[in-house]
């Protein structure tokens, strides 16, 4: 990790529930229906605690169990209504950032298990979106992606498209890391989500994977069960006028008949064909 550069307060899953404003001088982040570790922002030493509220009060003010850490250079950081006796520190201990500081929970105004986190510079409460960054290891949910949220490379993930027959794509079925380059080892670098579609640019097999590159520097691991691959239909678009040119006499025969020619065309593999029809006739495909 990088100590000038604060990272989200969640060890693993970074879920916005509420931004920053005006009347809320902080963000809420979920759980997303799991345990989740709360960790350190920043190194620094802690300035203040309470961790042994016991109670969830959603009409008073407090923050129930809490911490609030100082780097000693004007920035620190609160954690707020984490669950009760999941504090292990005191007021003067050091921790490093991504310690664990306690489990996310729901004690004092709290509607529900979430931690409200507080960012401040030089003692001012500001927007932590302004200053800390996600990191390769964090995964971002859903909610999360309607906020403008710094990465810890500063490297923006392509977002996803939407089907398009003329590009070569690939449609995942799983969570995937992001990776620099192809292969195990490179740097993960963010995640692309199940359900979602990307344009593909290049393929490279290593690692027993087939590799698909979605942007500069960007690259997914895909296997059958990963990942379905769409190819573009462009290659076949000669194969389309070859059909044409071949069928022309059994087109001109189907104008000029009235009855219904019946003809057979053994399809090789799975692609776009070009039949033409006119007015009244029928098309009878049978598998």
């Not at 219904?260 to 007015?279: E, G």
């Amino acid at each position: 990790m990088n100590n000038d550069k604060p990272i989200f307060p969640v060890k693993n899953f970074i879920d916005v529930t509420q931004g920053f404003s005006n009347n809320h001088l902080a963000i809420d982040l979920g759980s997303g229906g799991r345990t989740q570790e709360i960790i350190a922002s920043i190194s620094g030493r802690v300035v203040s605690v309470v961790k042994n509220y016991q109670t969830q009060d959603s009409t008073g003010s407090s923050y129930g169990n809490n911490i609030v850490i100082e780097d000693g250079y004007g920035r620190s950081f609160r954690c707020a209504h984490l669950m009760q006796n999941s504090i292990n520190l005191s007021v003067g201990d050091y921790v490093e950032q991504g310690q664990t500081l306690g489990i996310m929970g729901t004690t004092g105004h709290s509607t529900g298990v979430h931690c409200h986190f507080e960012f401040m510079i030089n003692k001012k409460k500001v927007n932590p979106f302004l200053y800390v960054y996600i990191y390769s290891f964090q995964e971002m949910g859903d909610r999360t992606k309607n906020y403008n949220i710094l990465s810890y490379n500063q490297v923006k993930i392509v977002s996803p498209t939407i089907i398009n027959p003329l590009v070569n794509q690939i449609i995942l079925k799983v969570k995937l890391n992001v990776r620099t380059s192809p292969g195990l080892n490179s740097e993960i670098i963010g995640k692309v989500n199940e359900g979602e579609v990307y344009n593909y640019f290049d393929v490279f097999n290593k690692d027993n994977y087939d590799w698909y590159r979605i942007e500069e520097n960007m690259w997914v691991a895909g296997k059958n069960e990963y990942l379905e691959v769409k190819n573009s239909i462009k290659e076949d678009t000669e194969m389309i006028d070859k059909l044409t040119r071949e069928n022309e006499e059994l087109v001109k025969l189907l104008k000029e008949k009235e009855d219904a020619i019946i003809f057979k065309f053994n399809v090789q593999s799975t692609s776009v064909y070009k039949i033409i029809l006119n007015k009244g006739e029928v098309l009878n495909i049978v598998k």
